[in-house]
């Protein structure tokens, strides 16, 4: 069976405040063996963190069969585009192609809009290899975080027709 195309049928809905302890628990469970590793983790601070980027405006569910499922921000960056965070899927939902699946059409509309996305993910994480498979590339690293950019692809003569 090919993975990349087993993922479940999901749709996005924006996050409302019901939706803030969920996606903290989800955060917990997804980011705490890495953060562990990191000697970052630190339950109070990783809640906090949820709440400082989350936006009912920016902040979206990810639902499989109508149940939660994971979570995604995309908000407005600093330098211009998109900056993309807070993208978290249920253990048992990942490497079955929704992760790869979600960020396709989130790609889509930044491009679409012609707006270049930036993100962050921690040393060492699995999740780098995804993002750079859909164009990301190291902007800056630090001993914790690596910073990923994905310009506006360039047009292709296809385009200009």
Do not use: C
């Given at each position: 069976?090919?993975?990349?195309?087993?993922?479940?049928?999901?749709?996005l809905?924006?996050?409302?405040?019901?939706?803030?302890?969920?996606?903290?628990?989800?955060?917990?469970?997804?980011?705490r063996?890495?953060?562990?590793?990191?000697?970052?983790?630190?339950?109070?601070?990783?809640?906090?963190?949820?709440?400082?980027?989350?936006?009912?405006?920016?902040?979206?569910?990810?639902?499989?069969?109508?149940?939660?499922?994971?979570?995604?921000?995309?908000?407005?960056d600093?330098?211009?585009?998109?900056?993309?965070?807070?993208?978290?899927?249920?253990?048992?939902?990942?490497?079955?192609?929704?992760?790869?699946?979600?960020?396709?059409?989130?790609?889509?509309?930044?491009?679409a809009?012609?707006?270049?996305?930036?993100?962050t993910?921690l040393?060492?994480?699995?999740?780098?290899?995804?993002?750079?498979?859909?164009?990301?590339?190291v902007?800056?690293?630090?001993?914790?975080?690596?910073?990923?950019?994905?310009?506006?692809?360039?047009?292709?003569?296809?385009?200009?027709?």
């Amino acid at each position: 069976m090919n993975r990349e195309n087993s993922h479940p049928a999901w749709s996005l809905e924006p996050a409302g405040p019901k939706d803030l302890d969920p996606i903290a628990d989800l955060k917990d469970q997804v980011m705490r063996a890495d953060l562990e590793r990191l000697g970052r983790w630190d339950p109070d601070r990783s809640r906090r963190r949820v709440r400082g980027s989350f936006s009912v405006g920016h902040t979206s569910v990810i639902l499989v069969d109508g149940a939660f499922a994971g979570t995604v921000t995309v908000s407005p960056d600093d330098h211009g585009g998109r900056h993309l965070e807070m993208f978290y899927l249920s253990p048992h939902l990942q490497g079955r192609g929704l992760g790869g699946a979600v960020l396709r059409h989130l790609l889509a509309e930044a491009d679409a809009a012609a707006e270049p996305v930036r993100l962050t993910v921690l040393r060492g994480s699995a999740a780098q290899r995804l993002y750079e498979r859909h164009g990301f590339a190291v902007e800056h690293q630090d001993p914790v975080d690596v910073h990923l950019l994905r310009p506006v692809p360039a047009a292709t003569p296809a385009d200009l027709r």
